[in-house]
């Protein structure tokens, strides 16, 4: 019986130390992030109907749209904090394997502004998807990686979050709902 | 008799022009790239060791090895139309769809310690995989995107085309051998 007893209990230990392994290890298995998926590399662009024009000759296709990013009401635009009413032209072309945005920033209180105006023309961000926005901006913070702003549109938001100093880049976090 | 050498002198210039309008349209259809699969983000950084020790914990991964790259008999290193013996070390992360690169310039004379001195630890580059860079360079050219830097190793060479002025970004051709 009592040989029984100590098996159950070893048996148990072994179990339990498993699943936390496990668990740790899934926690930790993408970092800061939710996965290993780059989705956007992002331009700013001082002038979008021109660099629109440009990528579209220089990839082969057909000059997208330019759409206006605006505020939202469910995730008010937040720059460093504050509130802001910065807007932005964007446009995209569908790679392969990935999206690249063009951003005109329009007004101040921006990232988009104020790399354009820091750094000019030139990478801003690359971006990933997140499964809780919150959570995620959480480990950024502890990692030293601040937001610089964020924002929604319908059915999701982002988040910049400055890794300059530490990845010498911009991350975009976004999170789409219902997806 | 007439009529159906009419018919069929109709049939062929309709066949014809199909054919060499598909033939425009698939020399046309990637534009300056033979393909639209972005293959690399890379990073300039001052210290490879402690950059890829940070983006590694960013990513949850294991610290990868750096290697260093020099010139090779077979495509001796020009940076700028003249020879130069630059190295550079160089570590890199495999994402789901993409790979960072992380480049710490070894000595001068290279598009790498250029931008390190000009601009910074930044993204440098964006990667695409071409057929024949020879002709896909000539490409560049006539959009006025001229080449920097070219290069190779065992099993390939490369290309950095110097799109900073017309896209915000040099556009790395990599041509691997035998593939």
Redesign the interface.
């Known amino acids: 019986m009592k040989k029984s007893i100590v098996l159950l209990l070893v048996v148990s230990l072994f179990l339990i130390s498993a699943a936390v392994s496990d668990s740790i290890k899934s926690n ?6 939710d ?4 989705t956007q ?1 992002g ?3 001082s002038d979008i109907e021109k ?1 629109a024009t ?2 579209a ?5 057909d000059v997208p749209d330019a759409v206006i990013a605006e505020g939202h009401h469910m995730n008010p635009t937040t720059y460093r904090g504050k509130p802001s009413d910065a807007k932005a032209k964007l446009a995209f072309f569908q ?4 999206t690249i945005e063009l951003i005109e920033p329009l007004g101040e209180n921006s990232t988009w502004k104020e790399f354009l105006d820091g750094e ?4 801003h961000h ?1 971006a990933f998807e997140v499964n809780e926005m919150d959570e995620t901006v959480k480990k950024f913070k502890k ?1 030293d990686i601040p937001m610089i702003q964020h924002g929604g549109w319908d059915g999701g938001e982002y988040g910049y979050m400055d890794g300059t100093e ?4 911009i991350v975009e976090l976004l999170q789409h709902y219902n997806r």
Chains 1, 2 share one sequence.
């Open positions: 930790n298995m993408n970092g800061m992030l996965n290993h998926k780059m590399v331009f700013i662009v660099s440009t990528w000759e220089f990839l082969g296709v790679l392969e394997n990935i000019g023309e030139k990478v690359i990692f530490k990845l010498g880049v």
